[in-house]
């Protein structure tokens, strides 16, 4: 499907690099980004904290003039000069403020899109909340999975603007592979073992508690001596990890457990297809989707996953697709934790207060360890659901229908509704010197000025400068053979009051123009 309108696309320039460079919910914002280069045919603005140079670089890469990438000190120039008004914002992030403002400060009416990526800690919710009161019936909020949806809401987000749509994925890079001999190899893993594969930042912060894991691992090893619990992905506690290890020993499984703290990103997908089976319980307070899961799916393999959060929109039904564990909390004060205390130290408290059915765990791994008809079925099931749920396309489809649906929704509303929430921070702070332009205030040229005008020589300037003030050489020379007062310039300046003023203030701070009253 190609997009035929006008999209103003916010990114930061860490995403306009290779996906291999990117993990996690970037990578998800990366991917999107791509597809939306991909496939609009009208004109497409990439705006991002990139500066002049960068902003050049990037668009001698393109062809013809259907992408422009450019930064918010440009694009409202930009905007006017192409009469390429945007027919939506999105941005592939929660964080639309700037869009919000962008559009709000230029007058303009198209709906902004953002992504609700995590949702566990208390600069998450406060960030979302902050977004959600500057934006307008018709914008929308993109949330990963049904429990995104409900705890927006519970926080008091308007319904109206949460939107649920599925991570997708790419089927042709995740997928089955005919033997796994080969990559056993290449990852020093036994043909003979049967390999149970964790891929996940290690923390019991902000993934899971593996501990768990570990000490339900000697009752499997009893039925399936040739089990391999194969830990893979990068470790962002040290000291927990260190502690896992530990466990690990004292239990007696070193040989049962193989860890991976530097996976290859760019073959990622050969982790799943060397497995046998895919296990993440995740207990992550932010927890809104996990990419891993879909990963696995789309590779084959049988998923045995917590029935928490995010991660219940993976199965349909239990024990066909994969298996869901039940996990149980209870009356627990988090609120001290989640106000006062650091992300590490909430996120730990956190994953103690949801606990796992562990019987039902060991019960499901002894069945998939004990059956590869049931591993095989179960992974075909998981191919299946992917295929037709979770695939780029029908992702970028989804997004497609809800800017659609914004833009007719924005054409509802009648323009008078829309009233500022923006300070007017000129006046906030017109306090704080000693006075203000007045339309009689004379400027007149310095004779340093002067002498540079009458000599034909040329100004030194900063070239961003020249850029941000183009009202210099208009002034100038209206100036160059007598003193104008405000109202004078502002009657042969074709340009706004104020941005006559932003001009000339600069002109009388480089010390190019002075006030004749003082």
Sequence with gaps: MIIRMVILIE???????????????????????QLFLQNVSKQVIVVSDLNSQECVFYNKQVTGNDIVYTNYLDLAQLIVQNNSVPDVAISFDIKINTLLNFRQTQQYHFPVIGLIHSLGFESHLRELLLVSQSMRPYDALICPSKNTQQTAQKIGVNSNLLHVIGYGIDINKYKPVKSKKALREIHELDLDRQVILILSRISAAVKMDLAPVLRVLPQLVKKNPKVLLYIVGSVLDVNYVNELKQLVKYLEMDDYVVWDHH?????????????????????????TFGLTVMEAMACGLPVVISDFAGYKDHILTNEVEGFLI?????DVNLSLGFYCFDYQLYGRQYSQSVAMNNLYLIDVLDRLLDSSKLRQ????????????YNTLDKMYQDYVCVLQQSIDNSKTFMQSQHTSTLMDISAVFSHQVSGCLKLDSLFSLTEQTADILQTKRSFFLFESQWKEYKLIRVLLHLLKDQSLTLL??????DAAQSEIEKNCLFLLKQYVIVLEDG
């Design 11 to 33: 990114s930061p320039k860490s995403l306009l690099v290779s996906l291999v460079t990117v993990h996690g919910a970037n990578k998800i914002s990366a991917i999107l980004l």
């Design 263 to 287: 996976p290859n990103h760019e073959v990622i997908e050969q982790y799943y297809q060397c497995s046998d089976i895919f296990l993440s319980l995740s207990d992550y307070c932010g927890e």
């Design 326 to 330: 039940p996990t149980v909390s209870g």
């Design 377 to 388: 079925q179960v992974g075909k099931n998981a191919l299946k659901k992917i295929k037709q």
């Design 488 to 493: 004078q310039l502002t009657q042969k300046v």
